[in-house]
């Protein structure tokens, strides 16, 4: 077996712990804003310092801790070179549409450098080229069209088959141009800098409704309520289903492993391939240790409460078993996970939240390319709230689109939610009795007719849950290596109490205390 890690802590947090903001009081009342964005990632963080320099009233209301969630379990490569996304979007959209959405991408990478640099952020920003490669036979005419493809979008690209990874591959398409940074220390400047600029930030402060009137107002857990004129949702997964995206988002985990690299062996870039449910590398300054820095592998991605082939942890032992393999003085001292949604077209949604709204805006379905994709969101939506001109590739990213080539993405899509929806409540419970559980473990168990998600602490305690997600009803199951309850359907995941991890739920599972 694999030596991995103990815990499960992101290496961003752990390193800028940042200071607190407060939670919005339940007694407050505060005047109109000019826009509430909702959500502390890099998409909302970018919006509402966007407009804060632009003279706009901002206020963001955070349900954790701002660049915590999706951001703060980035692996942080800023790159406009996403897999083998060129060749597909010139082939499906036409040459024109690649060549906006390279624009558009990469400009947000020259725009993150300009704001670290502005703000004299120590975010560890370092421009590196960016690798998508193949190590078997048979794909090097992938990777020649991708590079082509890439190339006539405007970037920078080139077909190689020689890379700074220890090991051989068959080809790979090289970008210049891209970075890698500390995405929490660059998201902790911009907020310090938001709020000198007047804004506000309110963590701790979770959004349960909003009323899309003039102003429109948004309610949060404890009843505290906030009024804008416009509202901004950039929650990752929208948290508002009036616009229907759940059913045009698939969401997909991806674990990381964090090791340590002694500085002489790094591959100096980013680097991705699509085979072995995908692999990306990257390395990143490591301050704690002299000579060192640190190797992030990522991959092994699955349907949140669907790990696929093996548990969880069997994916985490495949993982850190291919790092040590490609990099045999490696020393993994982390592992977390992250999440994204990918849209039915491969390209985000950003702009209006729905064909009838005159003052929601929403940003999400990046992919996995949230870094480039976030900064991008704020600089998109502050000209649509600022009624700025918007750049020439707005439409591209336009939230009502519907093309008729993204029926059959759809129709698979919503076919996998309903086949997981029922299927779920037509199957025998997960196991017999609360006596197969084993400590530290969870699963689905009937009780006295009904079935509740059962969890047994390392103690022995025993807590149960009712099993239905509180978004959509779907039956959640239990991720045994980060220990928490995950939607199959649409991604929410819960703590062993219970509470919201991610969303898109609002509200925690409900507790049963119907079990001996």
């Known amino acids: 077996m694999t030596t991995l890690p103990i815990g499960y802590e992101s290496y961003w947090l752990l390193s800028a712990a940042g200071s607190p903001y407060a939670p919005l009081a339940a007694d407050s009342r505060p005047g109109v804003v000019d826009v509430a964005v909702v959500g502390g990632g890099i998409a909302g963080l970018s919006v509402a310092w966007e407009l804060a320099r632009a003279g706009r009233s901002v206020t963001v209301l955070e349900s954790d801790r701002i660049a915590a969630g999706v951001t703060g379990h980035t692996t942080a490569k800023v790159s406009a070179l996403h897999g083998l996304h060129y060749a597909r979007l010139r082939d499906r959209r036409g040459p024109e549409c690649a060549r906006l959405y390279a624009l558009s991408q990469q400009g947000a990478i020259e725009h993150l450098a300009e704001v670290a640099a502005g703000l004299g952020a120590e975010c560890e920003l370092e421009r590196v080229p960016c690798y998508t490669f193949v190590e078997g036979e048979g794909h090097e005419d992938e990777i020649r069209a991708e590079a082509q493809a890439a190339a006539e979008a405007g970037l920078d690209a080139s077909y190689v088959t020689e890379t700074g990874l220890p090991f051989p591959v068959r080809a790979a398409v090289r970008v210049e141009g891209q970075a890698q940074f500390h995405p929490r220390k660059y998201l902790l400047a911009l907020a310090e800098d938001l709020v000198r600029r007047g804004g506000t930030i309110h963590e701790r402060t979770r959004v349960l409704a909003l009323d899309e009137g003039e102003p429109c107002v948004l309610t949060a857990e404890n009843g505290a309520e906030v009024r804008a004129r416009d509202v901004v949702v950039a929650t990752h997964y929208p948290v508002f289903d009036r616009a229907l995206m759940f ?194 473990t969870g699963a689905i168990v009937r009780i006295q007719g009904r079935r509740c998600a059962v969890h047994r602490t390392a103690e022995g305690e025993l807590r149960a849950l009712s099993p239905r997600c509180t978004h959509l009803g779907c039956l959640v199951r239990f991720n045994d290596a980060e220990g928490a309850w995950e939607c199959p359907c649409h991604g929410s995941r819960f703590g062993i109490d219970g509470e919201v991890i991610q969303g898109p739920a609002t509200r925690p599972l409900e507790p049963r205390d119907d079990i001996g």
Do not use: C
């Not at 669907?306 to 040590?324: D, F, K, N, Q």
């Not at 009838?356 to 709230?385: E, I, K």
């Open 247 to 440: 059913s045009r988002l698939e969401p997909r985990r991806e674990l990381v492993i964090a090791a340590l690299l002694p500085e002489d062996q790094d591959p100096g870039g980013g680097y991705l391939t699509p085979e072995r449910a995908t692999r990306s590398v990257r390395t990143a300054p490591y301050p704690f240790r002299e000579g060192q820095r640190l190797l992030i592998v990522t991959g092994e991605k699955f349907t949140p409460g669907m790990p696929g082939i093996g548990s969880v942890g069997a994916r985490y032992e495949r993982l850190a078993a291919w790092t040590y393999e490609r990099f045999p003085d490696a020393r993994p001292v982390h592992r977390w996970a992250t999440q994204d949604n990918e849209t039915t077209d491969q390209v985000p949604y950003i702009g209006r939240f729905h064909p009838a709204t005159q003052h929601t805006y929403v940003a999400t379905g990046f992919g996995g390319w949230g870094m480039a994709s976030g900064v991008l969101s704020g600089q998109l939506l502050a000209a649509h709230l600022t009624g700025d001109a918007l750049p020439p590739w707005a439409k591209l990213y336009d939230p009502v689109r519907l093309r008729p080539r993204e029926a059959p993405a759809l129709l698979r899509l919503q076919s996998a939610v309903a086949r997981r929806f029922v299927g779920d409540r037509l199957r025998p419970s997960y196991v017999d009795s609360v006596d197969e559980i084993s400590p530290g």
